[in-house]
């Protein structure tokens, strides 16, 4: 788990950084993700690679288990909304404990809201899980908040 986690987060870095000099925001902070099931709290971290295309990667606990995510969003803005855009999204997550290892394909629908003249960056989004594998299984009422710092 050390390994994928390492390689993950060494390929989240490098590629952020390469794309850096076209928009340069990144958002490091808090996710919560919650609903039927476990509460999930962790570190995430959130990179815009274009002007639409946006990157954002997680690390939560709850339960027994440990998560990790990686998503790829398409943000527009909401005309005559300051800072609040709209999102749409989906990508991968992994899920280690209990002995076994779970697979989820995880869409996503939210708001983002980048507050005026500070560092803020507020997110809540609309998440179900896809379970891939054995009794594989659909969870609709699931729900992520985001509190993150914008550098």
């Known amino acids: ?3 994928l986690f390492l390689l993950f987060a060494t390929a989240f870095l490098y590629f952020g950084n390469t794309a850096k000099a076209q928009t ?3 958002s490091a902070g808090l996710t919560v993700d919650f609903g039927d099931g476990a509460t999930l709290v962790g570190p995430a971290i959130r990179h815009n690679f274009t002007a639409n295309g946006v ?3 997680e690390l939560t606990f709850g339960g027994d288990q440990t998560y990790v995510g990686a998503f790829y969003q398409y ?3 909401i005309r005559n909304a300051g800072g609040l855009n709209w999102y749409l999204g989906v990508g991968p997550q992994l899920g280690f404990g209990s002995g076994s290892t779970d697979f989820y394909i995880r869409p996503m629908a939210g708001l983002d809201y980048k507050l ?3 560092p803020i960056d507020l997110s809540f989004d609309w998440r179900p899980a896809f379970y891939v594998g054995d009794n594989s299984n659909f969870t609709a009422a699931r729900f992520g908040l985001g509190f993150r710092f914008v550098f």
């Open 1 to 3: 788990m050390k390994k």
């Open 24 to 26: 340069g925001q990144t």
């Open 55 to 57: 990157g954002q990667a």
């Open 75 to 77: 943000q527009d803005r």
């Open 116 to 118: 005026d003249n500070t």
